[in-house]
């Protein structure tokens, strides 16, 4: 009588892994998950981003008015205090502004326009420079001295000023012809043609050490044509450094829109943005309205710091001399 053959039993978390898709265990798997859980700070930062994120897309049931429709606000309700003072009034957690506004929905409205041009900012502006860092790293010459010339122009001004210089020039053209939402398009396209540049160089650099490795030269062998060669074998082998200059340059677009916005060049006060309601309670902080400003402050403190602590780990998890 043979022995039988007794099969190998797996245990349930083996028989889950493998029965999981196979791209989350390969991401459950890599170094960047094992050194995202060995930091707390960059656990909480991605938690905290989360949050706001979930803020913004949920503005709607979770604020108690919705601060864009005149008709729900009250100047009886102007410049109440927060909930937990002498002075406060429900349901208004945060106070309210001098238009009766609730300064809690304000806020989750406010964040979620901030959110909304920062990044279609950054995918403009990673479109644009993403797609001309490929062409000058991968066809070189005229067209190459061409873009980074302009790249390196563009570079001697604050990215403020560019910012502000298309959104005058848009406002001259158009003039009051410009709404609310014509003036969130007029702010992505600023913020996207601010920030292009540090894609356009970076992307280029990558491609120029990539185009002349092996992989590249069968592609070109086989008759591939040169925008297939690009996007679908060259591209894919420089996303590392594009996924940290997007994140940093999240944070640096909607800090960008806040500044246009404080100095009135952004959103108008019917559609305010974080930045819009910061200078907006500017204007009462020395009345003893504290927490007009102090609110939008410190979310948008908060917003950006989150995103910027994700940025820096980013860069060091895809820093292969780091590991």
Not at 12 to 40: E, M
Not at 80 to 99: C, K, M, R, V, Y
Not at 156 to 164: D, N, R, S, V
Request: glycine fraction near 8%; charge should be positive; avoid cysteine.
């Amino acid at each position: 009588m043979s022995d039988a053959v007794v099969p190998h039993r797996l245990e349930p978390n083996a028989q889950a892994s493998r029965s999981g898709p196979g791209w989350l265990k390969r991401a459950l798997d890599s170094d960047i998950f094992y050194s995202f859980r060995r930091s707390r700070m960059t656990m909480v930062a991605a938690a905290v981003t989360i949050l706001f994120f979930l803020l913004a897309i949920f503005a709607s049931q979770l604020s108690v008015q919705n601060p864009f429709d005149p008709a729900q606000l009250q100047l009886m309700n102007s410049r109440i205090s927060p909930l937990w003072t002498a002075e406060g009034q429900s349901p208004f957690l945060l106070g309210t502004d001098e238009q009766g506004r609730d300064v809690f929905s304000a806020i989750l409205y406010g964040l979620r326009i901030s959110l909304v041009v920062g990044v279609l900012g950054v995918v403009l502006a990673g479109t644009l420079g993403i797609t001309l860092g490929l062409i000058a790293g991968y066809f070189g010459g005229t067209v190459d001295g061409l873009i980074m010339r302009i790249a390196d122009v563009q570079l001697t001004f604050p990215a403020i000023l560019i910012a502000l210089l298309v959104n005058g020039v848009a406002k001259s053209v158009f003039g009051n012809r410009l709404d609310a939402m014509s003036t969130l398009a007029v702010l992505v396209v600023a913020i996207g043609l601010s920030f292009w540049v540090q894609y356009a160089r970076t992307v280029r650099g990558s491609v120029m050490v990539e185009k002349n490795k092996d992989y590249v030269a069968a592609a070109q062998l086989i008759g591939l044509p040169a925008p297939k060669i690009i996007f679908r074998h060259v591209l894919p082998n420089t996303m590392g450094p594009i996924l940290v200059i997007a994140t940093i340059n999240l944070a640096l677009a909607i800090i960008t829109e806040a500044t246009l916005s404080f100095l009135g060049a952004g959103m108008p006060d019917t559609m305010p943005s974080l930045g819009t309601l910061i200078r907006i309670g500017n204007n009462y902080l020395f009345a003893g309205e504290w927490w007009i400003v102090a609110f939008p402050g410190i979310a948008l403190a908060g917003l950006i710091l989150s995103i910027n602590l994700l940025g820096d780990w980013l860069r060091d998890a895809l820093n292969p001399k780091l590991r």
